[in-house]
Structures are given as C-alpha cells and as structure tokens.
C-alpha cells in the first residue's frame, strides 16, 4: 500500500492560482518510477484527468487546462506539483492525486473553490 496526500486547495478568486501538492511519503525510490495524475470531480460529474507526468517527465494536459495548469515533479522530495493559474469558477470540485505503481494508489482529495 501507498500511502498519498494532497494538500493545497482551498478558495481562490476567478483569475487566481493555486498550487497542489502531492506527496507519497512512503514511496521511496519507487516513487522515480511512477506515473502521477491529478483527477478532479465537480459535484454530480464523473471523475476526470486533469493532468499527467510520466516517469521520464512527459506531461500531458485535459484541453479544458491547458494553458493554465502546470504538473511537475520533484523526486528528491516524492512530490508532484499541479500549479493552476487563470482559475475560473469551472475549475471547482474535488482534486484528487493518483499513482501508478504496480497498483494505483489514490489520495483523499483537496477541495478547489473558484469564486466568481
């Protein structure tokens, strides 16, 4: 099992940024090898991919953030990054930190509230 936590989120005006950390503390060197997402779920939708860095550092982006959001990774400390600016009121719901190893491992979620 592995653990992860995300933190971050809270309440941010239209036009704001937020950045959201994930972090698996117990990964250990496994965590250079894993491919971290970050999903989010509004109330009443289906959970969706919001971004994605792979092992090697390939990104890739859902077309609704691209832009505006940025994932990266910092191996030496097991965390990856979502910085979000630009919000818009759309970008709320639940963001949630997903990890790719031999399993996929999910986080509790952090919650994003853009203001209008």
């Known amino acids: 099992q592995v653990q992860v936590v995300e933190s971050g989120g809270g309440l941010v005006q239209s036009g704001g940024s937020l950045r959201l950390s994930c972090e698996a503390p117990?990964?250990?060197?496994?965590?250079?090898?894993?491919?971290v997402g970050w999903h989010r779920q509004a109330p009443g939708m289906k959970r969706e991919l919001v971004a994605r860095i792979s092992d090697e550092g390939r990104t890739e982006y859902a077309d609704s953030v691209k832009g505006r959001f940025t994932i990266s990774r910092d191996n030496f400390k097991n965390t990856v990054y979502l910085q979000m600016n630009s919000l818009k009121p759309e970008d709320t719901a639940i963001y949630y930190c997903?990890?790719?190893?031999?399993?996929?491992?999910w986080g509790q979620g952090t919650q994003v509230t853009v203001s209008s």
């Open positions: 117990d990964a250990g060197s496994i965590f250079d090898l894993v491919t």
């Open positions: 997903n990890l790719q190893a031999a399993g996929s491992y």
